[in-house]
């Protein structure tokens, strides 16, 4: 049996719900002004953690929940705009490694640089929310 959810439990709740959507549209205006939709600074960003040996189409599939065919476009969308380059994989041709650009690396370095500020600032005001529950 769960503790039962009192009023400033909901209140929690709410403001923490809140500072997430207000950080999400933080990020989606940051990605816009850098030309990116939210959905292509996530794929670099995904891309990018993998390291320096890139990401499988399939795997960036299941990392941004997507449809493989889905990520095969905007993988076409990204290489339209030189941000990733497609290298077939030596052991199986068809499987496609996906790497950052140089281009892509300098605008998800300036993008991630503003983010990490931004939770360095939210991080208080988070971390009071969540002992709050």
């Known amino acids: 049996m769960t503790d039962e959810i009192d009023e400033e439990d909901y209140a929690a709740l709410a403001a923490f719900r809140l500072e997430l959507r207000r950080f999400l549209h933080f990020s989606e205006t940051a ?7 939210p959905q292509q600074h996530q794929a ?6 993998a390291g320096d040996e890139g990401m499988l189409v399939g795997d960036l599939a299941e990392h941004l929940l997507l449809k493989p065919h889905s ?3 905007l993988v076409n969308r990204l290489a339209e705009h030189d941000l990733v380059t ?10 496609v490694r996906i790497m950052l650009s140089g281009r892509a690396r300098d605008i998800l370095t300036s993008l991630s ?6 939770l360095r600032r939210l991080r208080p005001l ?3 929310l969540l002992d709050a529950l």
């Open 31 to 37: 990605a816009r002004e850098a030309s990116l939709t």
């Open 44 to 49: 670099l960003l995904a891309i990018r953690a």
């Open 71 to 73: 990520t095969s476009e």
């Open 86 to 95: 497609r290298h077939a994989t030596t052991d199986d041709r068809r499987q």
């Open 113 to 118: 640089d503003s983010h990490r500020a931004e």
């Open 126 to 128: 988070l971390l009071r």
